[in-house]
């Protein structure tokens, strides 16, 4: 399989994820940054409720950074943002407000 744009959209629509076009925090949303190079996906970073990234990079290493640090010849360009609704969690026993 092909590490294209297209693959990884299929994917991660079966995990509920569609295309999003701002990087800015969303409550009630979990987004994830495809990072591209020669028309190939390289890596991919989450973003955290902070705002910031997370991405793993090697073995039991885990990193938090701002979207575009990861930039460069290792794993490209960020070129597609996806984005998913986050389950309403249900506190004191009063359900939260749906995300909009």
């Avoid at 994917?11 to 949303?29: N, V």
């Avoid at 990072?35 to 990079?57: E, I, M, N, Y």
């Avoid at 575009?68 to 009063?94: I, N, T």
Wanted: hydrophobic share 35%.
């Amino acid at each position: 399989m092909v590490a294209t744009e297209e693959t990884f959209v299929q994917l991660l629509g079966l995990r509920g994820y569609s295309p999003c076009a701002s990087p800015a925090h969303e409550t009630g949303y979990e987004k994830i940054a495809l990072f591209v190079s020669d028309s190939q996906v390289t890596h991919a970073a989450r973003q955290l409720p902070s705002g910031r990234w997370t991405s793993k990079c090697g073995q039991n290493v885990d990193i938090e950074h701002d979207l575009h640090d990861l930039e460069g010849p290792r794993y490209g360009k960020v070129k597609l943002l996806l984005a998913r609704r986050l389950p309403c969690p249900v506190v004191s026993g009063q359900p939260c407000e749906p995300a909009k």
